[in-house]
């Protein structure tokens, strides 16, 4: 079965420094996708790797993707308050093509 | 990528009654997905909605609690019957619009059972 962790659940950052969150799935996949979530909304797709070595950036977010390791990152950079929001990762199951989601990242960026 | 429009977009209900959750997608998709989000917690996958057959639903989640409707294949429907207050959480449909796009969300409907 299965299985997407994210890490940390739960992080809070003054604005202008750099974090990094992790994703990791316990059996082979070749999808993976990071999504927003602002409170009280719904959810906005932020990425979506399919393969090995995907790295795609957007503005001061950026994500990658190691298969082999079964591991993703959502690096933050020079964060800024407008970045505070949940941040899911999800990734499709091989054998049933369902998303399997992280618990998420709560982020709070501070002034 | 598909836009979906989802109506409620919230409702306040009393317990014992229903709620029909419905979703119009701007295209033609061939699977529908339904999620419930509790408060401050991840998605979980209510069922899979094919035009034409019957959902499939989740371990946990039966079709006379939540019937789910697909006339069509730009359309779906979720009932959440005999409400609970532990019924309250963030019901979102969703669907595949494939290769760079991924999976897209309908704008949620915030159900509080009282």
């Known amino acids: 079965e299965l299985k997407v962790e994210q890490n940390p659940l739960f992080l809070s950052m003054q604005e202008g420094k750099n974090y990094t969150i992790y994703c990791n799935y316990s059996?082979?996949?070749?999808?993976l996708y990071w999504y927003r979530q602002d409170p009280g909304k719904s959810l906005e797709s932020l990425f979506v790797?399919?393969?090995n070595g995907a790295v795609k950036q957007e503005g001061r977010l950026m994500a990658s993707l190691d298969t082999k390791a079964r591991l993703s990152t959502l690096h933050i950079t020079a964060a800024v308050h407008d970045l505070s929001a949940t941040y899911f990762c999800a990734v499709l199951s091989d054998s049933n093509y369902q998303l399997i989601w992280g618990a998420g990242t709560k982020l709070i960026i501070k002034p | 990528s598909a836009v979906i429009s989802q109506k409620p977009s919230r409702d306040i209900c009393q317990r014992g009654t229903s709620l029909t959750i419905q979703c119009q997608v701007d295209s033609q998709v061939t699977m529908m997905f339904w999620y419930r989000q509790q408060p401050g917690q991840s998605l979980t996958l209510i069922a899979t909605?094919?035009?034409?057959?019957?959902?499939?639903?989740e371990s946990g989640f039966v079709i006379d609690k939540f019937p789910i409707s697909r006339p069509n294949l730009t359309f779906s429907t979720l009932t959440v019957s005999n409400m609970s207050p532990e019924d309250s959480s963030i019901y979102l449909c969703s669907v595949e619009t494939g290769g760079l796009y991924g999976y897209t969300f309908g704008s949620g409907t915030r159900l509080t059972v009282v």
């Open positions: 790797l399919l393969s």
């Open positions: 059996t082979t996949s070749d999808r």
């Open positions: 909605a094919n035009q034409g057959s019957e959902a499939t639903y």
